[in-house]
């Protein structure tokens, strides 16, 4: 499966973005879909999960301020990531386990500053 990822940019503290990611195959068959990010100089990180039943799962640091979700008739999922900090400064990549294998769409950078 192919994932496209896109809408990081240039935000400030306080600000929003919306991250997309557009998979080759349907996300019923996509479980789970997955966002992960990778500030400088760290290790990659989840930040949320949508399975095809629905279901989310958020790290603790995006609960309350980033919303994963997912558009099946496109095939693509969101993070809506609201009230952002300069922490959340990263490159952000989306992850598909499909058909027992694992892909990764290129990553989108977001940068949070003033």
């Known amino acids: 499966v192919q994932l496209q990822a896109s809408g990081g940019g240039l935000v400030q503290p306080g600000g929003s973005l919306r991250l997309s990611c557009a998979a080759s195959?349907?996300?019923?068959?996509?479980?789970?879909m997955a966002w992960y990010r990778q500030p400088p100089g760290q290790q990659r990180e989840l930040v949320a999960t949508t399975t095809s039943g629905g279901s989310t799962t958020y790290r603790d640091f995006a609960k309350g301020r980033f919303t994963i979700s997912r558009d099946n008739a496109k095939n693509t999922v969101y993070l809506q990531m609201n009230s952002l900090e300069s922490k959340d400064t990263a490159v952000y990549y989306c992850?598909?386990?499909?058909?027992?294998?694992?892909?990764w769409g290129q990553g989108t950078q977001v940068t949070v500053s003033s």
């Open positions: 992850r598909a386990r499909y058909r027992g294998n694992v892909y």
């Open positions: 195959e349907s996300l019923f068959s996509i479980n789970p």
